[in-house]
């Protein structure tokens, strides 16, 4: 997990397809929003997503109880 821009979708997949991927856990994606993203790289989340070895989460981090107390004590 970490800016959505890190990881490479197509080197993801690639790797998931070829076994040297294990498995995967994320919570971010490049181009979200979700509504934002471009077709092919929805599609793509889709079939990333669908996997078994991959868990996808909500990028709720910063919604935290104490995420949000210390972004409004600035």
């Keep these: 997990t970490s800016r959505g821009e890190v990881v490479h979708p197509n080197a993801l997949e690639a790797g998931l397809d070829s076994g040297k991927i294990l498995g995967a856990g994320l919570d971010v994606w490049p181009g979200e929003p979700l509504c934002a993203m471009p077709v092919e790289l929805r599609q793509q989340l889709h079939r990333v997503g669908s996997r078994p ?11 935290s109880h104490e995420a949000l107390y210390k972004m409004s004590a600035v």
């Design 53 to 63: 070895n991959v868990v996808i989460t909500p990028h709720v981090a910063g919604y």
